[in-house]
């Protein structure tokens, strides 16, 4: 039965009752909400992909609660394309709808390159995670890039102590990005691929196999080697204004990971 205007008024909002134990709230929202994105990338084309959203604002200490319902709706009515430039526009839509002093988004999702493998050169996509953390404080805005680039590592001391041979595995280094001005997922993901005994690619053959083995025996690095050097490169691009990197090998002859984080602030 549909309801009319009057009855509509009359329902209810206990939301925005007054609560007297004058406690504000950080963070309140909604968590884990899979929602369809469009995200373009370096290359100008444009990814259809899945995100995982976070979202919350502050709340005031007089109100009971804040409205969850128009998280959603915020969704909903804006399936245009996500980017680091438009983030803005969302999160003061969000405050504003709310009317909260406060916000903070997290998208989270997979983001494709397509790769040349190193000799054949076939091609294959490459996949990483990817998201953008971004939060409004009394108008002041900020956003935060993180990334996961899985890659491969070579021990240093396997090859120096062994006859023939080393030890390595796969490693996933992590970083996260304070940024200046803009810059491209694509940049980050190059900048931290350097950096490892060797990246990985989606699809290989046999020539590229035998490159990727003595690339990666002839460039060993330990944990502290990888996190040291992806910093050295962020710490030289004036796009970036702080950032953490972290480093996790998943030793191949032991049963526990190697880590290692180093912070910077310019």
């Avoid at 009319?4 to 009359?10: D, F, R, V």
């Avoid at 931290?192 to 025996?217: C, H, M, N, V, W």
């Avoid at 080697?225 to 990197?245: C, E, G, H, T, W």
């Amino acid at each position: 039965m549909k309801l009319s205007k009057h009855e509509i008024s009359a329902i209810s909002d206990v939301q925005n009752s007054v609560d007297t134990r004058e406690l504000a709230i950080d963070k309140v929202g909604i968590k884990n909400i899979r929602h369809p994105v469009k995200v373009r990338g370096k290359d100008g084309n444009v990814q259809h992909t899945i995100a995982m959203f976070n979202m919350y604002v502050q709340l005031p200490k007089n109100f009971k609660g804040t409205h969850m319902s128009r998280f959603v709706e915020i969704l909903n009515t804006n399936e245009q394309e996500f980017s680091i430039e438009n983030f803005e526009t969302v999160i003061r839509e969000m405050t504003r709808r709310l009317e909260a002093p406060a916000g903070h988004i997290e998208m989270t999702f997979p983001y494709f390159i397509r790769k040349k493998a190193p000799v054949s050169g076939v091609s294959s996509l490459m996949d990483y995670e990817v998201t953008y953390i971004c939060e409004l404080n009394n108008g002041l805005y900020d956003i935060t890039i993180k990334i996961l680039v899985p890659v491969t590592s070579l021990c240093p001391c396997s090859k120096k102590i062994s006859s023939y041979g080393a030890h390595n595995q796969r490693s996933h280094v992590t970083v996260t990005v304070g940024i200046n001005e803009f810059i491209w997922v694509e940049d980050i993901i190059r900048i931290i691929e350097q950096q490892a005994s060797s990246e990985l690619y989606g699809l290989l053959k046999r020539p590229d196999e035998k490159y990727i083995t003595e690339y990666a025996f002839d460039n060993p690095k330990f944990v502290e080697d990888m996190v040291r050097d992806v910093a050295a490169q962020l710490y030289n691009d004036p796009r970036i204004k702080s950032f953490i990197v972290e480093c996790e090998n998943f030793e191949s002859i032991h049963n526990h990971s190697a880590f290692a984080e180093l912070r910077s602030t310019r």
